[in-house]
């Protein structure tokens, strides 16, 4: 409730006679470590969101969240180049958060006010409305550039700073944050900054981000999510099932059969899909903390993959493609050009020869630049 005062989250007002007002709530819950323990209890005032209505209590409300391949682009970089790792918290972020829109909010219980017949006026976004998530983004984003700071195209939530050939790099979910990067001067004025800004928390070296347990060694960087499935076995009631060795039985196609008895529509189409799901529990049980190492091998070639397959999928014949992306505005010097991998002869063939046809106007232009590069070499 101080933070709340302290931060002028609201005003006391009559209520306007053509306005409505929406509801709150308390809503407390407990933040743990890494390892399982309480790290403390929290008690956040809410408001009752699903009461709002579009284009009266509030209009957009899209707001980027990181990409977990961003942040392991960031982890890969900060291993090879030993770079630091910070994490930071922002304290009631959405606190921060603007309001654009006219909001009016029931008083909070336990709250006496001052005066009687009054609502809350809401100033700041709050913990609950549609808005607050983009509100509080547009106010960080603001924040950053006016330090310098320049958003990536590629994820909106990654901050990047160049100074005499080093590089800052910032990326938030939500609340939580990583700093990282080789200009040790840069990181030091970027926290003061945003401590100017924001009640931030220090949480030191990375730790713990997104439910993935992040543990560096001078081999590299080792993460696991084995709380997150510890916690996962426990809640549906499987910490004690039989553990399989791979998450799926080899050769094994799940399909469409009018002869399967269905189950819950919503969740899996037959209970061929439910038995799937459940052998990749009994896969996390035989290994919870399996996960992925960033080894520190210096290996920082850009190479670009990418496969298709024609029809592939046996149900409904549609096709599967994928492809890998490549870092490109973080800025480091690559050693050497990019190697693009691809198995499909005709997009070689197109690449190499003056291959045109009808079927293939809708490529002329990147086949166009592909072709010129090629030439050029």
């Known amino acids: 409730m101080d933070s709340l005062r302290d931060n002028k989250t609201w005003n006391l ?10 509801g709150c709530k308390w809503v407390f819950s407990i933040k743990h470590k890494a390892d399982g323990s309480i790290e403390r209890y929290k008690a956040r005032l809410v408001a009752k969101g699903y009461t709002q209505t579009y284009g009266i209590d509030y209009q957009e409300t899209f707001s980027p969240v990181a990409k977990l391949n961003t ?21 009631n972020a959405f606190l921060h958060g603007n309001l654009n829109e006219e909001v009016y909010m029931d008083i909070p219980p336990g709250f006496v006010p001052s005066q009687a017949k009054v609502v809350c006026k809401l100033q700041k976004a709050l913990y609950g409305l549609k808005q607050s998530p983009r509100a509080w983004f547009g ?7 006016k330090f310098g700071f320049k ?7 990654l901050f990047l700073k160049h100074r005499n050939r080093k590089v800052t ?20 004025k970027l ?66 059969y009018p002869d399967q008895k269905p189950t819950d529509k919503e969740r899996y189409q037959s209970e061929d899909h439910m038995d799937a799901v459940m052998r990749i529990i009994r896969y996390l049980k035989s290994a919870p903390g399996k996960g992925l190492m960033f080894s520190k091998n210096n290996h920082l070639e ?12 046996a149900t409904d014949r549609r096709s ?10 973080v800025g480091f010097p690559p050693t050497s050009v990019m190697n693009l991998f691809c198995d499909n002869k005709a997009a070689i063939s197109i690449a190499q020869n003056p291959v045109q046809h009808d079927r293939t106007k809708h490529v002329e232009v990147d086949r166009h630049f592909i072709k010129q590069n090629l030439e050029a070499k």
Not at 169 to 188: C, F, P, R
Not at 302 to 313: E, I, K, L, R
């Open 302 to 313: 850009v190479n670009g993959y990418t496969d298709a397959d024609w029809a592939g999928s």
């Open 191 to 256: 926290q003061k900054h945003l401590a100017t800004e924001f009640e931030m928390k220090n949480l030191g070296g990375l730790k713990y981000f997104l439910g993935i347990e992040v543990a560096r060694s001078e081999q590299g960087i080792f993460l696991s999510q084995r709380k997150y499935v510890l916690d996962l076995l426990s809640e549906i009631g499987m910490l004690d099932c039989k553990p399989a060795d791979t998450p799926i039985v080899q050769n094994h196609h799940l399909g469409e």
């Open 169 to 188: 790099a910032l990326i938030i979910y939500v609340d939580d944050m990583i700093i990282t990067g080789d200009d040790k001067e840069e990181i030091s």
């Open 151 to 157: 958003q990536s195209h590629s994820d909106h939530t």
């Open 13 to 22: 007002v009559p209520l306007p006679k053509d306005k409505k007002i929406v």
């Open 71 to 91: 942040v392991r682009v960031l982890l890969s970089l900060a291993a090879n180049l030993d770079w630091p790792l910070h994490q930071f918290d922002v304290k």
């Open 320 to 329: 599967t493609s994928g492809y890998f992306t490549f870092v490109g505005e």
């Open 139 to 145: 106010r960080f984003n603001t924040a950053m550039k």
